[in-house]
């Protein structure tokens, strides 16, 4: 399916595309998270975000690995349900890209370099 034959299917009947963390990851930067773009960003990694349904910022992320980062601790890790991925929308919520895949030439930053980036440190290799 090429891309305007995708686009003109998406058009006539929309249906929400949902990402389920696993092979890729999510870091939920919260509500309007604009300190944590500029922190990334810095940092080398900045990968697409996702905003919404509301308010909050989801940062996509190479796989997730468990490294015993407990929920809790900001930011934290979607583990569980699933991402509403834009032009996505659904009663109530919508979602839009912040940062696009497209503006960051498809790069995925590592969740380690985008954990050690959100938390002030720079992970050296």
Known sequence: MS????????TD????????????????????GSGAEAALRSAGCLGPIVVGPGLRWHLIVDH?????????????SVREGCVLLPP??????????????????WFVPDYASARAALNGQTRRD
């Open 3 to 10: 891309e305007d034959e995708a686009f003109e299917a998406w």
């Open 88 to 105: 996505s929308q659904v009663p109530r919520q919508i979602s839009r890209w912040r940062i696009t895949p497209q503006e960051t030439a």
């Open 13 to 32: 009947r929309p249906w929400p595309i949902l990402l389920r963390p696993g092979a890729i990851g999510v870091i939920d930067l919260g509500p309007g």
């Open 64 to 76: 997730v690995a468990d490294t015993g980062v407990r929920a809790g601790d900001p930011p934290r």
